[in-house]
Antibody, heavy 116, light 108 residues
Framework: EVRLVESGGGLVQPGGSLRLSCAVSGLTFSSYWMSWVRQAPGKGLEWVANIKQDGSEKNYVDSVRGRFSISRDNAKNLLFLEMNNLRDEDTAVYYC?????????WGQGSLVTVSS | DIQMTQSPTSVSASVGDTVTIHCRASQDINNWLAWYQQKPGKVPKLLITTASNVQYGVPSRFSGSGSGTDFSLTINSLQPEDFATYYCQQANTFPLLSFGGGTRVEIK
């Protein structure tokens, strides 16, 4: 069974930082592109970032480029999202997902709330 | 950037109805389109890839069609468990991805 489990969410003040983790099991983690997708309360899905299998390529949506950093540890089957200079509009449930063109396995999500 | 526009934003339907949801891309995306289903409080589920390839385990009442800029998801004989929000996603600009705004299928 494929499992993706996010952690690290919480309440943070505007301008603060947070690091999300995603523990992956049940698939050969090092063989998959991995993505982060977020969903603001009551809103739709927004792709945030992805990373190539070996970590050599990283891509971001314009609204987070320069503030967020995606990384992975293939030895530990972990995906990360380092979020800096957080803004109110970054408040969302953050999902990790596996897949390249299409995202076929998703975690349950981790809520990030940016508020003073 | 490619913009994905879904219509309608919501639709009310009854069990047994046929529902069609549309997704339009701001430029040609060939057939690099997926559909996802998200039930309230749940995780998105991949239904269809490359516009018309129904994923294993997805009921046959779900079908997708289209190419270029115009796509549709059709649900035949709507079942109670199909009431959800549906999202399209383009992958023509992979590794950059983008989603449509979603279409909510509600019970009439």
């Amino acid at each position: 069974e494929v499992r993706l489990v996010e952690s690290g969410g919480g309440l943070v003040q505007p301008g603060g930082s947070l690091r999300l983790s995603c523990a992956v099991s049940g698939l050969t983690f090092s063989s998959y592109w991995m993505s982060w997708v977020r969903q603001a309360p009551g809103k739709g899905l927004e792709w945030v970032a992805n990373i190539k299998q070996d970590g050599s390529e990283k891509n971001y949506v314009d609204s987070v480029r320069g503030r967020f950093s995606i990384s992975r540890d293939n030895a530990k089957n972990l995906l990360f999202l380092e979020m800096n200079n957080l803004r109110d509009e970054d408040t969302a449930v953050y999902y990790c997902a596996s897949g390249s063109y299409f995202l076929d396995n998703w975690g349950q999500g981790s809520l990030v709330t940016v508020s003073s | 950037d490619i913009q994905m526009t879904q219509s309608p934003t919501s639709v009310s339907a009854s069990v047994g109805d046929t529902v069609t949801i549309h997704c339009r891309a701001s430029q040609d995306i060939n057939n690099w389109l997926a559909w996802y289903q998200q039930k309230p409080g749940k995780v998105p589920k991949l239904l269809i890839t490359t516009a018309s390839n129904v994923q294993y385990g997805v009921p046959s009442r779900f079908s997708g069609s289209g190419s270029g800029t115009d796509f549709s998801l059709t649900i035949n004989s709507l079942q109670p468990e199909d009431f959800a929000t549906y999202y399209c996603q383009q992958a023509n600009t992979f590794p950059l991805l983008s989603f449509g705004g979603g279409t909510r299928v509600e019970i009439k």
